[in-house]
């Protein structure tokens, strides 16, 4: 009898093309096979989840938007008018936002899961951004929204955030995990360039200098992390453990998927990377990993849009995979293993 992956490797061969006709589609129709395995996957019920928080070091001079930007973007998302909204109308995905701890000057709106852990947190320049508590509390936040947020029928969910200073806390996160040079991780975020990148690079590199190395995820994330990369961790490991297969979007989800992997390594075996953001300590996290992304478009927005722009590619894998016919079923001539060879 065949193992799971010879059936799976089978069933792409023997669709009517020559093997290895459909290229990197190849490769992830049998990675969605194999989470769930079976040769013949379904795509049910998609959604991205977006968790919005502040950071205390979002007062410092690291980012080119102000720390209210990210209220007013949480409003745009409920409004229905931010980029991920878009993407997701255009295929049919739904979007939950998750308040995990944003900065609210008013009333917070409704419209949200409520998972709020404060104001945004504590500086990192001062000292932990969170204590050990807040995240565990954060963690379980995430698998809240994963079993309580999502449809039970659900097959792949994505994972997106909003947070301004949130790069910065992903690069340290990736630099403390990786071993990656925080030069090589830090990037212009919102936009900064020139004296701007340089005084973000200055005011990351005291915050590593006055913490030690983390042993753990949950470390690195009490050390540096926000709320909504606590929770977007929480909600990655979730979907893990319900068997679902994983969107990651840019540099900052991959830093909350970094967070789980080192904890848990075979969380990667569900993790699809859906596009190399336009942040230089991506491409890096990437490579250390060594995972490859559907797609380098150069983007840097966040809000899980890279899930969206993407989701449609990992569609396309599994339809050709359940609905391309045989050679068999076809009536097509295979022809001999050297021509198709040349």
């Not at 093997?19 to 990197?24: E, K, N």
């Not at 939950?96 to 709020?116: C, F, I, Q, R, S």
């Not at 990655?236 to 453990?241: D, G, N, P, V």
Request: hydrophobic share 45%; proline share 5%; aromatic share 4%.
């Amino acid at each position: 009898m065949t193992n799971l992956s010879e059936q799976i490797a089978d069933a792409i061969n023997n669709k009517t093309k020559p093997r290895g006709a459909l290229g990197a589609l190849e490769d992830l129709a049998a990675r969605v096979a194999t989470i769930q395995g079976t040769v013949t996957p379904v795509l049910a019920k998609p959604a991205i989840l977006v968790f919005a928080a502040d950071h205390g070091l979002a007062r410092e001079p690291v980012s080119a938007y102000p720390r209210e930007v990210t209220a007013q973007m949480a409003l745009n998302i409920l409004a229905g008018g931010a980029g991920i909204n878009v993407f997701c109308r255009q295929h049919g995905i739904d979007v939950v936002l998750t308040d995990a701890g944003v900065d609210w000057p008013g009333d917070k709106p409704e419209g949200m899961v409520d998972h709020w852990m404060g104001p945004g947190t504590a500086s990192s320049l001062a000292g932990d951004a969170m204590t050990a508590d807040e995240v565990e509390g954060c963690l379980t936040a995430g698998a809240d929204v994963v079993d309580q947020e999502v449809d039970p029928d659900s097959t792949i969910v994505g994972f997106g955030e909003l947070g301004i200073g949130n790069t910065s806390a992903a690069s340290l996160i990736v630099s403390a995990l990786t071993g990656l040079p925080l030069a090589d991780c830090v990037g212009p975020g919102t936009g900064l360039a020139g004296s701007g990148l340089a005084k973000k690079l200055e005011l990351l590199g005291a915050v590593q200098a006055r913490h030690p190395q983390p042993a753990t995820g949950r470390a690195a994330l009490a050390m540096f992390g926000g709320y909504e990369l606590a929770q977007m961790s929480g909600a990655m490991r979730r979907a893990y453990q319900t068997g679902r297969i994983l969107m990651i979007d840019g540099f900052v989800a991959t830093a909350a998927l970094l967070a789980v992997w080192r904890d848990e390594p075979g969380i990667l075996d569900n993790a699809v990377f859906c596009h190399e953001s336009g942040e230089p300590g991506h491409t890096r996290v990437l490579a250390f990993l060594g995972v490859k992304p559907l797609v380098s478009l150069g983007m840097r927005l966040g809000e899980g849009t890279g899930c969206a722009v993407a989701y449609p590619l990992i569609a396309s894998a599994v339809a050709f995979l359940t609905e391309m016919a045989s050679f068999d079923q076809a009536g097509v001539s295979t022809g001999e293993p050297e021509a198709q060879a040349a």
